[in-house]
């Protein structure tokens, strides 16, 4: 529900007067007040992209810096540093950063304060990696991205930051890969090629963000668990259904994709179940990636088996019809909640 600003702070009062009056618990309060949310204006909205926009540039920026440029390395040559002093000047960086933000935070809006705790992530992953090169840990980037998450996950916990638990998901991600990559043969962990194994992840994560919602202070994290499960493990189940258990191209490409339909079988039934779970949990996400993947398996058959054989222009018009059909229903679905409440 969104509402204005009075509104907003009126509900927000009386959720406080009410926990103060004991009427209500700590948990049921946070609860409620997830439920509202303030109105957003247009302005805002604007400024939201453009805090967005300036969050791309920090990234792009770091990484032409930091990792082409070398910047940091030639500093360090010209001053005669060592590791551990890049290290510590870093450290010292974030430290004064997450000071001033927390300091200034009540005046930030979300979106700002979280592009500021990405910029403070960002300098304490260079301490991170000068403190990796010093000591040696962290060969083959498998502990170097172990100790990455560990710390993002940290930083989100302790400054509520969903932008870093994000961007730890994705250095975990990173460590699994780089682990099973490390100890694979022929391409292939425990028989498994790269899709296969990322689906495997993407599971592990859902199934995590269902333990996430019964431990309090991971509980605000645990739906954003969810989606990175979702993503990774409808991506990763999409690449299976394409190229099957094959890791080496030349094997792939000289297999008839029919011989691989048993996978796309069971990427349209996982999207099919996360869809029909969806509607009768009332799990917009689950429903969402449900329809969304649906299709894309659909359109993904389509090109391996019919896209030399039909008519393109038969293929949009089908392509649209069913794109218009989600559309009204959605719609129609919508409309039948709103009368409801």
């Not at 005669?80 to 002093?85: D, H």
């Not at 250095?171 to 495997?200: C, E, H, Q, W």
Request: glycine letters at 8%; hydrophobic letters at 50%; charged letters at 20%.
């Amino acid at each position: 529900m969104e509402l204005d600003k009075n509104e907003w702070k009126a509900v927000n009062k009386a959720i406080s007067e009410w926990e103060e009056h004991g009427d209500l618990s700590k948990e049921e309060g946070s609860r409620l007040r997830k439920t509202v949310d303030l109105k957003r204006t247009d302005n805002q909205q604007i400024a939201q992209y453009f805090f967005l926009t300036a969050l791309s540039c920090i990234l792009l920026a770091f990484g032409a810096i930091f990792i082409d440029d070398k910047v940091l390395e030639r500093f360090k040559d010209y001053f005669s540093l060592s590791n551990i002093v890049i290290a510590i000047l870093a450290i010292g960086i974030s430290v004064l950063w997450f000071w001033y933000v927390r300091k200034k935070q009540a005046r930030l809006s979300k979106t700002a304060y979280e592009i500021y705790m990405v910029v403070g992530a960002l300098s304490s992953l260079i301490a991170l990696t000068y403190i990796c090169k010093e000591t040696g840990f962290g060969g083959k980037y498998t502990g170097f991205l172990f100790a990455a998450s560990v710390l993002l996950f940290s930083l989100s916990l302790g400054f509520k930051a969903r932008f870093l638990w994000i961007a730890g998901i994705l250095a975990l991600m990173g460590f699994y890969g780089a682990v099973t990559d490390l100890y694979s043969i022929k391409d292939r962990f425990l028989g498994m090629n790269y899709p296969i194994r990322f689906t495997i992840f993407g599971l592990i994560v859902i199934g995590l963000s269902f333990l996430q919602q019964k431990k309090g202070i991971l509980a605000d994290t645990a739906r954003i668990t969810f989606v990175a499960g979702m993503v990774i493990f409808f991506t990763g189940l999409w690449g299976v259904s394409v190229f099957g258990n094959y890791s080496d191209m030349a094997a792939w490409s000289a297999v008839r994709q029919v011989q691989v339909i048993a996978y796309g079988i069971v990427f349209a039934i996982a999207a099919g179940l996360s869809f029909y779970l969806g509607i009768k949990y009332k799990d917009d996400v689950a429903r969402d990636f449900g329809i969304l993947f649906l299709l894309i398996n659909l359109y993904s058959r389509y090109f391996e088996f019919f896209w030399d054989n039909m008519n393109k222009g038969v293929f949009f018009l089908v392509l649209a019809v069913s794109f218009y059909g989600v559309g009204r229903w959605l719609e129609k679905r919508k409309k039948g909640i709103k009368l409801k409440h």
